[in-house]
């Protein structure tokens, strides 16, 4: 009786062949990898910070308090800084209960399964940054006069890949909305025409 062989699944990982769990191992290790490459540099400073920062007001307002206490939070205890692009976490402690807490100065949306973190303003940035025609270089030069700290290329780039997707997925909804009305405007030509006939 003729039987069916059963060929074996061979797994390589960089033209070597390993076995199945080392390889699920090694596909785990990549997507890790890239995961924690998405997320933005912090930079990392002690003390009040220097320099102009972009603050939303409101953001900020709503969270000077102590997540511990509830008490007043002031700028003035503020113990450094966490910045990533143009937004940051500021650390200040509580005189109340010491308590060292991380207030953010705009807003920002937490990582989930499949969107990435971001601030706001970062992504505004790379918008105006676009919108106007420029790039990270000149862009830079531009806060630099401003007194506010740049943007690493890393972040630039990030937000004009999130800017850009967002841009296409308009234009084309503007084009099939332009398109739609381009085709109305026909059929009532049409009728028109139809009437003069
Ligand atoms: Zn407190």
Redesign the pocket.
């Known amino acids: 009786m003729w039987r069916a062989k059963t060929e074996k699944k061979i797994f390589k990982w960089k033209n070597e062949i390993v076995s199945e769990q080392l390889y699920n191992s090694r596909l785990k290790q990549r997507v890790n990898g890239k995961k924690r490459k998405i997320k933005d540099k912090e930079e990392i400073c002690e003390g009040l910070p220097e320099g102009i920062r972009h603050v939303d007001f409101r953001v900020i307002v709503e969270n000077l308090y102590?997540i511990?206490?509830?008490?007043n939070l002031f700028l003035r205890n503020s113990e450094g800084e966490k910045r990533r692009g143009l937004g940051s976490f500021l650390m200040i402690r509580?005189e109340?209960?010491?308590?060292l807490n991380s207030v953010l100065t705009s807003q920002f949306q937490s990582a989930t399964e499949d969107r990435q973190s971001m601030f706001d303003i970062n992504a505004r940035c790379a918008l105006g940054a676009i919108h106007s025609g420029l790039g990270c270089t000149q862009l830079n030069k531009f806060l630099a006069v401003l007194n506010v700290p740049p943007l690493s290329q890393s972040i630039y780039k990030r937000y004009e890949k999130i800017i850009g997707i967002a841009v296409e997925a308009v234009a084309e909804e503007s084009c099939l909305a332009a398109a739609k009305e381009e085709r109305q405007l026909t059929v009532e030509k049409m009728e028109e025409l139809k009437k003069l006939l």
């Open positions: 102590c511990k206490c509830k008490e509580c109340t209960c010491l308590y």
